[in-house]
């Protein structure tokens, strides 16, 4: 069923599942789970699983993970994503393309790290380097007597990032490459969007960087904030009159 939400004037894109009750379950979701680890629910889960990967970690393992984590960086990735909205602009001589990776960096910014500081949760590594804490002392939230340093696990920001940016930058890349004269197949859309997310969730928590349900808190916020940037209608998007020559679709048809 087509989602056809307006918002002053302005029809909101679809996006699957269909609807706002989606939304609602992700923010309910990520709510309920901070609830939970906040009423020291879920520690049994999380040290079982740090405890397994800590078991289960030979330095091959251990070094594959880092690489691979490395797609879930926060700068990099807002990098590629601003660099190819540049590139698409430059193509179709529009602002427009630049506008999700703006936007992302906006919802990023005031979300992911706001709520690191606010739970004040330290890493499953903290018992094993600074500030050495004692194992149980690193399971809780809001930890507010440790430095921020040592206390910005929860949500997971690799995981989050990793969703909103390659979701960014599979918006950006399908119509540059129809700018080539290309069309990029919805499967390796699907792949550049699902692929990354999940390696960085896994690794992240193999690798103790991050507690499971650090993870999973990324994962909600991550596909929530995904849905709000794939619902904009960036080709409708009212802009300045004075930037009508640089003011071209790019997400229809070109």
Not at 61 to 67: I, L
Not at 84 to 111: E, I, N, W
Not at 167 to 178: D, K, N, S
């Amino acid at each position: 069923m087509r989602e056809t939400t307006t918002v002053r004037g302005v029809r909101l894109h679809p996006v699957r599942p269909a609807g706002w009750w989606y939304d609602v379950l992700l923010l309910a979701g990520l709510v309920g789970l901070t609830v939970a680890l906040a009423t020291g629910h879920l520690f049994g889960i999380d040290r079982a699983v740090a405890d397994w990967a800590a078991d289960h970690r030979p330095a091959a393992a251990y070094w594959t993970a880092v690489v691979f984590n490395y797609l879930g960086q926060g700068t990099p990735l807002t990098l590629i994503a601003a660099g190819v909205g540049v590139l698409l602009a430059v193509r179709l001589r529009s602002v427009r393309p630049v506008l999700p990776p703006v936007l992302a960096f906006v919802l990023t910014l005031f979300t992911i790290g706001p709520l690191k500081v606010w739970t004040a949760r330290p890493a499953p590594s903290a018992s094993v380097k600074d500030p050495f804490l004692p194992p149980e002392q690193t399971l809780p939230l809001f930890q507010d007597d440790l430095p921020v340093r040592f206390a910005q696990s929860y949500p997971s920001g690799h995981v989050a990032n990793a969703i909103v940016w390659y979701g960014v930058i599979a918006l950006l890349l399908a119509p540059l490459l129809r700018t080539a004269g290309r069309r990029m197949p919805p499967r390796l859309v699907t792949v550049v969007r699902v692929v990354p997310p999940l390696v960085v969730l896994t690794t992240t928590t193999y690798l103790g960087w991050h507690w499971l349900t650090d993870s999973v808190a990324g994962l909600l916020l991550g596909l929530l904030l995904d849905r709000l940037l794939h619902r904009i209608p960036w080709d409708d998007v009212p802009l300045p009159g004075r930037l009508r020559d640089w003011d071209r679709p790019f997400t229809s048809t070109l």
